[in-house]
């Protein structure tokens, strides 16, 4: 990757930079050399194009509804309309249907437990803060439905 390096800034990153008669084409795009100024075109360095902080409430309401959505995909998958529909079945005397919510009940309590466990460890300093779901989702308990 490229970049554009004038008196105004660093441009880029760009595949191509080619210098023309009268302008500057990075990636298809012309600069010309009156709007450009002189420059010069190097190799992008670590930290050029630093990507912007995203807020941690933000990413922590990401994790929280993709923690949500991935339990309410588990209870789906034997039908139920959502984890805290199965959870109801807790109590019920059909011993198939108690069975799983009682099951339901438990992985839902493992996993926010683990999750809420990971964002004290976050405002404690125990850990970096994450950079979203996939970087956490391996540490929340496996959701598979008993034999």
């Not at 998958?77 to 339901?104: H, L, Q, W």
């Not at 466990?117 to 803060?129: K, S």
């Amino acid at each position: 990757m490229k970049k554009l390096v004038t008196q105004s800034g660093i441009f880029g990153p760009y595949h191509k930079i080619e210098v023309l008669g009268d302008r500057y084409r990075c990636d298809g795009i012309d600069f010309p050399f009156v709007v450009a100024g002189e420059a010069t075109i190097a190799d992008i360095q670590d930290g050029d194009f630093p990507l912007p902080q995203r807020d941690p409430t933000e990413i922590q309401a990401e994790i929280v509804e993709a923690t949500q959505s991935r339990l309410d995909t588990f209870a789906r998958s034997r039908g139920y309309d959502n984890i805290m529909s199965a959870c109801t079945y807790a109590n019920s005397s059909v011993p198939k249907f108690s069975a799983e919510g009682k099951y339901a009940m438990q992985v839902r309590d493992a996993t926010w437990n683990a999750l809420y466990q990971m964002l004290l460890d976050v405002q404690a300093g125990n850990r970096p803060i994450p950079s979203g779901y996939d970087e956490i989702k391996n540490e929340l308990p496996v959701l598979v439905w008993p034999g």
